[in-house]
């Protein structure tokens, strides 16, 4: 079952991009990561010296001054009282230390957070939704779900990507990890985050905040393209759905049913802004923000049933007779 997934997933029509498939915090492959990362081995050097040197320590005088068999246990070893040298010493280098630690994360974290957007940044809302992320694209007209298209920062040409973040509903986390450090996603409330990959690839990320019964299948991709693949891909979003007469039946089917409610496939009746958009499904790689790769037969499964693959989540199975999911499936696949 695993294999055939693995199969499927490799045969998926995705563009050749490198997978950064391990979520791996120790190989940054961007500005704000990478400081972060280096801010945390600074602490793990110092807190890592800290430990070894009273664990050394201790081990020391366990050893060295172990009971011996011709201990005299009525002589006390030499004692010492009142040692303003020892007193000071232990008070004002652990203050030192942690001073430097304040100092430095201050540092790092003023100068991500007050880094002014050069010219050519793209800005997006992303917002969290019980269990998947919407994404926005304001000055692209694009509207898409759990997968975030960013260009890629390159040396001679450093740009970047400013993330608004909102929830619709309870507290989210933004959590890519070779990108950025998490942030929240909180209602009623506007954080901002950015990002400029170094890399093409996709990048894998999730929600990092505990948000109900599906958190853990809160998946979120993040392309990073070079910057004429991005505009292209903006430019095939920013399309209505595809009018093509052969599809007229299918279409039909799907407008009639209550899919309508909370979906949106822009240029049809379907307007509804509970679900993610669906105008150009097919161009993305998941299904269920992460749940299935984006094949036929997963598709397929998914509006019979998505209760299957993501138990708890709020699209029903609409108990579509045999007809209507092949009608169903045929226009969504049409979504290109
Ligand atoms: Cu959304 Cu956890």
Request: with cysteine; proline share 6%.
């Amino acid at each position: 079952m695993l294999a055939l997934a693995a199969l499927a997933w490799l045969q998926s029509p995705t563009p050749a991009l490198t997978e950064h498939r391990i979520a791996n915090i120790f190989k940054p492959l961007a500005s704000p990561a990478e400081s972060e990362y280096q801010i945390a081995l600074f602490s793990f050097v110092i807190t890592g010296a800290i430990f070894v040197a009273v664990a050394g320590l201790i081990i020391y005088t366990m050893v060295r001054f172990r009971r011996r068999r011709d201990d005299d246990t009525r002589q006390e070893p030499p004692q010492v009282y009142g040692s303003n040298q020892i007193e000071a010493a232990w008070t004002v280098i652990p203050i030192l230390i942690v001073f430097v630690l304040i100092g430095v994360t201050a540092r790092v974290v003023a100068s991500v957070e007050n880094a002014s957007p050069p010219a050519s940044t793209v800005k997006l809302t992303l917002i969290g939704h019980q269990w998947w992320w919407e994404v926005q694209y304001p000055d692209f007209g694009v509207v898409t779900a759990n997968e975030i298209h960013v260009p890629v920062s390159r040396d001679g040409a450093h740009t970047a990507t400013y993330l608004q973040l909102e929830s619709v509903d309870v507290i989210h986390s933004f959590w890519v990890p070779q990108l950025s450090g998490k942030t929240d996603l909180i209602p009623n409330r506007d954080n901002f985050l950015w990002i400029d990959p170094r890399e093409p690839g996709v990048y894998l990320g999730n929600c990092a905040e505990y948000c109900g019964t599906q958190h853990a299948n809160m998946l979120l991709r993040v392309i990073a393209e070079e910057r004429s693949d991005f505009e292209r891909w903006a430019a095939e979003q920013r399309r209505p759905a595809e009018q093509d007469g052969q599809i007229g039946e299918a279409r039909a089917t799907f407008e009639s049913l209550s899919c309508v409610n909370c979906h949106t496939v822009k240029g049809t009746a379907a307007a509804g802004k509970f679900g993610p958009d669906l105008t150009h499904l097919m161009s993305r790689q998941t299904l269920g923000a992460g749940v299935l790769a984006n094949t036929g037969a997963n598709l397929r499964a998914w509006v019979n049933d998505p209760q299957q693959s993501k138990p708890g989540c709020f699209m029903p199975s609409m108990k579509l007779t045999d007809r209507e999911l092949d009608q169903v499936v045929a226009y969504l696949q049409t979504l290109k």
